[in-house]
């Protein structure tokens, strides 16, 4: 199996930045596509941004200008750095990761624990 660790939560004013990173680990694996879900305060988690394995990057409109999507294969990480933070963009982060592992062939999707983000003044 994969697992996902993520870092860099925590709280900001309202313009402020931060950055998010997503470190998958396990066996003999291979990430396809990482992606980015956030979860609002009593609403449902939504995709905000993805990056697949050739590097191709999609976005929620709801960020597109402020949030960029990047990842370092080489340490099978995925970075989320989110400029101009407003209060719609508080709640909580989850990494996510479409992977297959070689030994035993497996086809997986994991879930990061979840990194939460308060924008405030």
């Known amino acids: 199996q994969v697992q996902l660790v993520e870092y860099g939560g925590g709280s900001v004013q309202p313009g402020g930045s931060l950055r998010l990173s997503c470190a998958a680990s396990?066996?003999?694996?291979?990430?396809?596509?990482m992606n980015w879900h956030h979860q609002a305060p009593g609403k449902e988690r939504e995709l905000v941004a993805g990056?697949?394995?050739?590097?191709?990057?999609t976005y929620a409109d709801s960020v597109k200008g402020r949030f960029t999507v990047s990842r370092d294969n080489a340490q099978n990480t995925v970075y989320l750095q989110m400029n101009s933070l407003n209060p719609e963009d508080a709640g909580v982060y989850y990494c996510?990761?479409?992977?297959?592992?070689?030994?035993?062939?497996?086809?997986?999707?994991?879930w990061g624990q979840g990194t939460r983000v308060t924008v405030s003044s």
């Open positions: 996510e990761a479409d992977y297959i592992t070689y030994d035993p062939l497996v086809v997986g999707r994991a």
């Open positions: 396990g066996s003999r694996f291979r990430i396809n596509s």
């Open positions: 990056v697949s394995s050739d590097g191709s990057t």
